[in-house]
Antibody
Framework: QVQLQESGPGLVKPSETLSLSCGVS?????????WAWIRQPPGKGLDWIAT???????QYSPSLKSRVTISLDTSKNHFSLRLRSVTAADTAIYYC????????????WGQGALVTVSS | QSVLTQPPSVSGAPGQRVSISCTGS?????????VHWYQQLPGTAPKLLIF???NRPSGVPDRFSGSKSGTSASLAISGLEAEDEADYYC??????????FGTGTKVTVL
């Protein structure tokens, strides 16, 4: 069974960098498929942030592209998100998920990590 | 801002059938990209409900069904149950290889 688990600080100061990691168990991320970050502001809908392939090819949301980096660490079987220059608008639950290559849908999700941007 | 539009809410009595629309454009659904649906129960992560327009993952009841036509897709829930009360999101891709989610629909069981 594939399992994903987000980890990282729950509080980030404005203008600083948000860093999250997603640990994957039950599946090797170098086997294939794509890995993604999605966020959900409190009481709002889902927003796709970024995707990375097992080969390191990245895709970013146009609205966040200038501030976001997604990366893969196959030795630790995890992938990461960095979001620079955060503001209160970046406060959200951040989910990591697996995006299937074949169907382009998210079949496994982490439980989510709430990140609050506040001084 | 989402490029896939859903009604904010739908409601129905137990046992009834409800339908949720997902309206896109010629650059996403209309371009032939698959539509997928997720159910998000309160306080939990989204769960895949329908993939590739009409397919149910193992364990999803056959009360849930999906369809697609032109630039729109729909999710139908028949035999509505109290446990179906949740938020539902559609998702697709587009010609720029971006991923988009729908605006979300809250289903209320009366």
């Amino acid at each position: 069974q594939v399992q994903l688990q987000e980890s990282g600080p729950g509080l980030v100061k404005p203008s600083e960098t948000l860093s999250l990691s997603c640990g994957v168990s039950g599946y090797s991320i170098s086997n294939g498929d794509y890995w993604a970050w999605i966020r959900q502001p409190p009481g709002k809908g889902l927003d796709w942030i970024a995707t990375i392939s097992y080969g390191g090819v990245t895709q970013y949301s146009p609205s966040l592209k200038s501030r976001v980096t997604i990366s893969l660490d196959t030795s630790k079987n995890h992938f990461s998100l960095r979001l620079r220059s955060v503001t209160a608008a970046d406060t959200a639950i951040y989910y990591c998920a697996r995006l299937t290559v074949s169907g382009q849908h998210f079949d496994y999700w982490g439980q989510g990590a709430l990140v609050t941007v506040s001084s | 801002q989402s490029v896939l539009t859903q009604p904010p809410s739908v409601s129905g009595a137990p046992g009834q059938r409800v339908s949720i629309s997902c309206t896109g454009s010629s650059s996403n659904i209309g371009a032939g990209f698959d539509v997928h649906w997720y159910q998000q129960l309160p306080g939990t992560a989204p769960k895949l409900l329908i993939f590739a327009d009409t397919n149910r993952p193992s364990g999803v009841p056959d009360r849930f069904s999906g369809s697609k036509s032109g630039t729109s897709a729909s999710l139908a829930i028949s035999g509505l149950e109290a446990e179906d009360e949740a938020d539902y999101y559609c998702q697709s891709s587009d010609l720029s290889l971006s991923v988009s989610f729908g605006t979300g629909t809250k289903v209320t069981v009366l």
